[in-house]
């Protein structure tokens, strides 16, 4: 394969959506089942999900056979974690009957897809991949499987065989979204396919900060607000956010564009508590105790209907696992069709299926 010669600042911006001047039609996205489901999420993609489903056909992938690049030592835990997501979804908004929920591992065409999929791109582009880098430095990987490296061949997958063309992720997908437009593309030319190049739609806070006021809110740092807290968890957790350090009496004027508190109600809290916060912080006219009070009301008001809704589902567990499976059957039709017609692209359907 040839070297990649496109500046990635340029293609990223490519691969973003215009939702004004688009008409998409169906949407994937998903998320890897490891472990309970933050406000980053909700921020970065999952509202954008609840906001969109009654517009586009929708599919949410479960994915744990991702799940497994970064938790392949515990494949046990996937099964819980696949419910706890699921019952994140639906207690978040995610209406089983406007969106498709689909565990990825029961559709083995993705996994036949990737397959064909990598063979079309090169493992320097994959190991140049902003978003591997980081989770691999992160994560202090020095040697990287080839699983965790071919993860966006996965991805790319999970979004072709659905022929979705808007995938809402968080801004750390960005390149992941690139990358599966390039194979897509190659696919394309090589093959005289026709399949979708896809565009990412990220959301208003495609990266909410941790608590710590790490760059990245995240289960793995444990700085991070799940939406299945309890609302004394959460008071706890807000009170220990890092705010303006050089803060030290409620009159001192802030700086609220390097508080995780002011950060979290530009993403949660309406305009005139925004416009407010930042101004009475600015000029000393509120003690950050008084701000946190404030936001936890926002949060609260945000999950309670939620919380509702979860312990509704709670009370029927077998549901959501019939919603999942029912989906699953459901995407299962079209991922047999295009790996149909995938084959029949690549001139190697031998035999009707
Ligand atoms: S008043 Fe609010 S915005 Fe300002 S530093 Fe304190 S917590 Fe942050």
Same mark, same amino acid.
């Given at each position: 394969?040839?070297p990649?010669?496109?500046?990635s600042?340029?293609?990223i911006?490519?691969?973003?959506?215009?939702?004004?001047?688009?008409?998409?039609k169906?949407?994937?996205?998903?998320?890897?089942?490891?472990?309970?489901?933050?406000?980053?999420?909700y921020?970065g993609s999952l509202?954008n999900r609840?906001?969109?489903?009654?517009?586009y056909?929708t599919f *949410?992938? +479960? !994915?744990?056979?991702?799940?497994l690049?970064? /938790?392949?030592?515990?494949?046990? =835990? #996937?099964? @819980?974690?696949?419910f706890?997501?699921?019952?994140?979804?639906?207690?978040a908004?995610?209406?089983?009957?406007?969106?498709?929920?689909?565990?990825?591992?029961m559709?083995?065409?993705?996994s036949?897809?990737?397959?064909f999929?990598s063979?079309?791109?090169?493992?320097?582009?994959?190991?140049?991949?902003?978003?591997i880098?980081?989770?691999?430095?992160?994560?202090?990987?020095?040697?990287l499987t080839?699983?965790?490296?071919?993860?966006?061949?996965?991805?790319?997958?999970?979004?072709?065989?659905?022929?979705?063309?808007?995938v809402?992720?968080g801004?750390?997908?960005?390149?992941h *979204?690139? +990358? !599966?437009?390039?194979?897509?593309?190659?696919? /394309?030319e090589?093959y005289c396919g =026709? #399949?979708? @190049?896809?565009?990412?739609?990220?959301?208003?806070f495609?990266?909410?900060?941790?608590?710590?006021?790490n760059?990245?809110?995240?289960?793995?740092?444990?700085?991070?607000?799940?939406?299945?807290?309890?609302?004394?968890?959460?008071?706890?957790?807000?009170?220990?956010a890092?705010?303006?350090?050089?803060?030290?009496?409620?009159?001192?004027?802030?700086?609220?564009d390097?508080?995780?508190?002011?950060?979290?109600?530009?993403?949660?809290?309406?305009?005139?508590?925004?416009?407010?916060?930042?101004?009475?912080?600015?000029?000393?006219?509120?003690?950050?105790?008084?701000?946190?009070?404030?936001?936890? !009301?926002?949060?609260k008001?945000?999950?309670?209907?939620?919380n509702?809704?979860?312990?509704r589902?709670?009370?029927?567990?077998?549901?959501?696992?019939?919603?999942?499976?029912t989906?699953?059957?459901?995407?299962r039709?079209?991922?047999?069709?295009?790996?149909k017609?995938?084959?029949?692209?690549?001139?190697?359907?031998?035999a009707p299926?």
């Amino acid at each position: 394969m040839e070297p990649e010669k496109e500046n990635s600042g340029t293609l990223i911006n490519s691969a973003i959506a215009d939702e004004s001047k688009f008409e998409y039609k169906r949407i994937l996205t998903g998320d890897r089942p490891t472990g309970p489901l933050h406000l980053g999420h909700y921020a970065g993609s999952l509202k954008n999900r609840i906001r969109l489903q009654d517009r586009y056909e929708t599919f *949410i992938l +479960i !994915a744990d056979i991702q799940a497994l690049t970064t /938790n392949f030592e515990h494949p046990e =835990k #996937l099964k @819980e974690n696949i419910f706890l997501v699921a019952l994140d979804y639906l207690s978040a908004g995610i209406d089983p009957n406007l969106s498709t929920i689909v565990i990825q591992s029961m559709i083995p065409e993705i996994s036949e897809l990737t397959t064909f999929f990598s063979m079309l791109v090169s493992v320097n582009l994959l190991k140049h991949n902003p978003t591997i880098k980081t989770e691999a430095k992160e994560r202090g990987y020095k040697e990287l499987t080839y699983g965790f490296l071919g993860y966006p061949v996965s991805q790319t997958a999970d979004i072709a065989i659905f022929k979705a063309d808007l995938v809402p992720v968080g801004i750390d997908q960005l390149p992941h *979204i690139e +990358i !599966a437009r390039k194979i897509v593309r190659k696919f /394309n030319e090589l093959y005289c396919g =026709k #399949l979708i @190049e896809p565009f990412a739609l990220i959301g208003k806070f495609p990266r909410l900060v941790g608590l710590d006021g790490n760059l990245k809110m995240s289960k793995y740092y444990g700085n991070a607000i799940n939406l299945s807290d309890d609302f004394d968890s959460i008071k706890i957790k807000i009170r220990s956010a890092l705010t303006d350090k050089n803060r030290i009496h409620p009159a001192d004027k802030g700086n609220p564009d390097i508080c995780t508190i002011y950060s979290y109600h530009m993403a949660f809290s309406d305009e005139t508590l925004v416009n407010e916060t930042g101004y009475n912080c600015r000029n000393g006219k509120i003690g950050c105790v008084k701000c946190k009070e404030n936001l936890f !009301a926002v949060i609260k008001n945000l999950l309670e209907p939620m919380n509702e809704r979860r312990a509704r589902y709670l009370n029927n567990k077998d549901e959501i696992w019939d919603i999942m499976l029912t989906g699953t059957k459901k995407a299962r039709l079209t991922a047999i069709e295009t790996i149909k017609e995938v084959k029949e692209s690549m001139k190697i359907l031998y035999a009707p299926e």
